[in-house]
């Protein structure tokens, strides 16, 4: 991982590619590393530095061809801005690097906490989500997408195969061999249930409190870096996730359902899978701490409890809220 002064350094560079402008300010150093960063010609934009081994050219081309139609189509994303030579993607010694527009406002994360427990304002949130989702879902299908879609795909093999996308989260150090096989369980339990999904597309994929923004305009979705081909419930459960343990889960769930329900079409019997891919979530969460969270690190527990507690879930065919 780079120090963020290594990762100053290349974004200065990097920006040369986009005809220079002001320093650009760090917002996050992670995998992909991002900056908020002025062009000479005044526009502000997200820099990003993508992480090496992930997406290839290909793949990030993918998804900023997307988000630029979507955006022409009136959806709120940030539009991809072409480098001097007209091109969505550079490079600045081994990392890719994209410009996107800068969108306003505040990851709803904050909104989320400072309703605490008012059960009306925190199903609007989700109902409001639950619209977004549904708008993204139509657009593409309506043909705000590329042709060709050259992204991992986040289907049956790429949630619970023997490679998963995120890692073999069965292997998740923090796990008891009793966890372990409590996962295989319900993992060969859940490649049963999945086969009952029948809405498959592009998908954003990581629909987390941080990558969803509210501003007077409304809720937008940023980071699309995981984007690919998948079933549209995970877009939905990722929305849940990370309120599997609040006491207004059901509110926000339910208007989840009612947002997307009031654009898209979601049967009940497509609804009731809903719990399994909050599931399937917590089972990639698992995975994906593995490479990038030490052993012994508490967070590292804490994927793999959730992950059990949400694989009985699967075994019993229950859900996590009323």
Not at 297 to 318: I, K
Request: proline fraction near 5%; glycine fraction near 10%; hydrophobic fraction near 45%.
């Amino acid at each position: 991982m780079l120090s963020d002064a290594q990762a100053g350094d290349l974004a200065r560079l990097a920006l040369q590619q986009w005809g220079g402008g002001a320093a650009p300010k760090l917002v996050k150093n992670r995998e992909n590393i991002v900056f908020d960063a002025a062009l000479a010609n005044g526009q502000r934009v997200a820099l990003r530095l993508h992480r090496p081994g992930y997406q290839d050219v290909q793949g990030i081309e993918t998804e900023l061809d997307w988000c630029e139609q979507l955006a022409a189509k009136g959806f709120p994303v940030p539009q991809p801005v072409r480098n001097a030579t007209g091109a969505l993607v550079g490079q600045i010694d081994d990392r890719l690097v994209s410009c996107v527009s800068w969108l306003r406002g505040d990851p709803i994360g904050a909104a989320e906490r400072s309703l605490g427990e008012d059960r009306d304002k925190i199903a609007q949130l989700g109902y409001d989500q639950g619209v977004l989702l549904a708008q993204l879902h139509n657009l593409t299908d309506a043909g705000a997408c590329p042709a060709r879609f050259d992204r991992q795909r986040w289907d049956s093999d790429g949630l619970l195969g023997e490679e998963p996308n995120w890692g073999r989260f069965w292997e998740n150090p923090a796990l008891t061999a009793e966890d372990t096989a409590l996962l295989q369980r319900a993992r060969a339990r859940a490649k049963t249930v999945v086969r009952q999904a029948h809405d498959i597309g592009p998908i954003h994929a990581d629909v987390l409190r941080e990558n969803v923004m509210r501003s007077a305009g409304g809720l937008s979705l940023i980071d699309f870096d995981d984007s690919g081909i998948g079933f549209r419930l995970y877009d939905l459960a990722t929305a849940v996730v990370q309120s599997l343990h609040e006491p207004a889960l059901a509110d926000l769930v339910g208007g989840i359902i009612l947002g997307y329900r009031s654009l898209r079409e979601l049967p009940q019997n497509q609804a009731d899978l809903l719990p399994v891919f909050v599931a399937l979530r917590t089972f990639a969460s698992a995975g994906w701490a593995i490479s990038r969270i030490p052993a012994d690190h508490p967070n590292m527990r804490t994927y793999a409890q959730r992950a059990v507690f949400m694989a009985q879930h699967v075994l019993d065919g229950t859900s996590p809220w009323p």
